[in-house]
């Protein structure tokens, strides 16, 4: 029972868990803030730089457009690109086309190679670039397709060469096209490498629509986006850049300063909750640890005492309860002691029948007297082997092996007193189990009961014990069979048997199966199975189930599967 005053250890433990808790809240705060400034602090940046990237490319781009323009006006050599005729290859056709891209060369020292131009003229159906190439022949062959079946007027447009997109500036005079293509990669490069970082990303936007990959959705859903409009600068084109959230240069100095300050504060507050478990705690435990030491049945109630916290408290009682579960055990292991002490009696006198040896020794001189000495020196050396077995051994458990000897000694005696025709016996157990223990006298019991009421002169009586292993709910069980082909057991007592309830023993009879009985129930509980069977073709059939163990040391069973490995 809980008492007033007492509590739960975990008390102590939540009342630190909340220090620590608003601590741990105040701490995360700060980091967000150092975060969330830091990232304003970074946006800023990353805006005024790109707004001078755009700037600087709205320069470039009004070059070219300026380029373009006075190109197509004034140069007189595209105007003869316009008249040559198609698929002309001379000097006269060459030279022109020579001097247009000397021009474009020079323009290019400002406005850098990824400009790409080009020349065409509906007339004559001529096509040709007037710049170095930055696209593969294949994407030359696709512009040279797009621009003969163009009917866009707009200046500037999207075009896909072959999968891939490109920015196109188009001007048309007097019959005479020209062109700038750009990839849209190539304008957004210079951000990608001075100024964003792994992780963030850049494209363009035309009319609203991407000229480069955008970034992935899910991606995108935990970054910061960067809209920069191209009317703002002049440009045909938008920019867009997309920012990780958490990629960002935290201010490692204030955050260290401030991460110094907590450990500082959590290292004193620890201190106040070890020093406060200490007194709530650790020594009423120590207490009970040294009341544990001296306590007995005796005195358990004058050492156990009262500390204040319910889960020792709870300890207690247990053992209070366990101390007295334990004198009751000792009493009740007394008196299964002395019952084990007059089973063994019992089997005791089972195995000393006195009537059984008069009866041998009347054989044995019925046959000296009428010179059967032979016979009577077999059945003496027989019946001393059996004698000196039984004598010896006093163990609960015997090899298989020392059992099965038994029961053929045994056998071996009626033979000499009946003869071999009245009495055969079987033995059909794999080798394999021998060395599997079994309770002492548990075959030669029921074969002996065999003996006694199932040997008639008329036929011969046939006893057999077989055995094999058997395997329930992953445990395995030793089956052993011993059956005659001698007389039925009636119906009352067969039902008695089967059910676990042998007749008491009354004027010697019945001792050997209640004996067996008791003795399974004291070696085994409830973990064993004996069944007694009617056999249909004659006779009678006892069933024994018990867990199969071989009763070696662990050394012993190592070697043996150290030798099957081999």
């Known amino acids: 029972m809980k008492k007033h005053g007492d509590y739960s250890v975990f008390r102590y433990v939540r009342v630190i868990m909340v220090i620590l808790g608003v601590l ?18 970074q946006t800023a940046r990353l805006r005024q730089t790109t707004a001078a990237y755009m700037q600087q490319t709205s320069h ?29 290859q001379s000097y006269d056709a060459i030279k022109p086309l020579e001097h247009i891209r000397s021009r474009v060369f020079d323009f290019q020292y400002s406005s850098g190679n990824a400009y790409q131009f080009f020349i065409y003229s509906p007339s004559n159906d001529f096509f040709a670039n007037i710049s170095p190439l930055e696209m593969s022949y294949d994407r030359y062959l696709a512009m040279q397709s797009h621009v003969r ?7 500037w447009q999207q075009v896909t060469l072959l999968g891939k997109i490109y920015l196109l500036h188009r001007l048309t005079y007097e019959g005479a096209v020209l062109y700038c293509v750009i990839a849209p990669e190539s304008l957004t490069a210079p951000l990608r490498q001075s100024t964003l970082r792994s992780g963030d990303g850049a494209y363009l936007s035309l009319n609203g629509l991407p000229l480069t990959k955008s970034p992935n959705t899910r991606k995108a859903a935990t970054a910061r986006q960067l809209n920069f409009n191209g009317e703002d600068y002049n440009l045909p084109f938008s920019l867009h850049i997309t920012v990780r959230q958490f990629n960002l240069p935290e201010q490692l100095t204030v955050i260290q300063i401030v991460i110094v300050l907590l450990s500082t504060v959590i290292g004193i507050l620890a201190f106040v909750g070890v020093v406060y478990l200490w007194r709530n705690f650790a020594i009423p435990l120590r207490s009970f640890s040294s009341a544990l030491s001296v306590i007995t049945e005796d005195n358990a109630d004058e050492k156990i005492k009262n500390y204040r916290i319910s889960e020792i408290d709870a300890v207690n009682e247990q053992i209070r309860s366990l101390l007295s579960q334990t004198k009751k055990l000792k009493l009740s292991l007394y008196e299964q002691e002395i019952a084990q002490k007059q089973s063994q009696i019992q089997l005791m006198r089972i195995q000393l029948r006195p009537h059984f040896y008069l009866n041998i020794l009347s054989t044995i001189d019925s046959m000296i007297q009428i010179s059967e000495t032979k016979n009577a ?13 039984l004598l010896r051994t006093n163990a609960d458990l015997v090899p298989l092996a020392e059992e099965l000897q038994l029961v053929t000694e045994y056998v071996q005696i009626q033979q000499i007193r009946y003869g071999h025709d009245v009495l055969a016996l079987s033995v059909t157990v794999p080798p394999t189990l021998h060395l599997y223990c079994v309770p002492q006298l548990i075959v030669q019991v029921f074969v002996e009961n065999a003996v006694k009421y199932g040997v008639t002169f008329d036929q011969q009586t046939q006893v057999g014990v077989a055995g094999n292993l058997v395997t329930h709910h992953a445990q395995n069980y030793l089956h052993l069979r011993v059956s005659n082909t001698g007389p039925w057991f009636p119906d009352t ?48 059939a006892i069933d024994i189930e018990i867990p199969a163990h071989t009763g070696k040391t662990p050394k012993e069973l190592a070697h043996d599967a150290s030798t099957a490995r081999r």
């Open 377 to 389: 020196h077999a059945l003496i050396m027989a019946t001393t082997k059996y004698l000196r077995y």
């Open 24 to 41: 741990g809240m105040l701490n995360i705060g700060l980091i967000l803030f150092t975060i969330s400034a830091s990232q304003t602090e």
């Open 60 to 88: 470039t781009v009004r070059a070219v457009d300026h380029f373009m323009t006075y190109t197509i006006v004034n140069d007189d050599d595209l105007t003869l690109l316009t008249t040559i005729p198609k698929n002309e």
């Open 149 to 155: 079946r163009e009917k866009s007027d707009a200046s």
């Open 493 to 540: 007592l067969l039902t008695q048997l089967n059910e676990g309830h042998p007749p008491l023993p009354s004027q010697g009879q019945h001792i050997g199966i209640a004996n067996v009985f008791s003795r399974l129930r004291m070696l085994y509980g409830t973990d064993f199975a004996l069944h007694f069977t009617n056999l249909d073709t004659g006779g009678i």
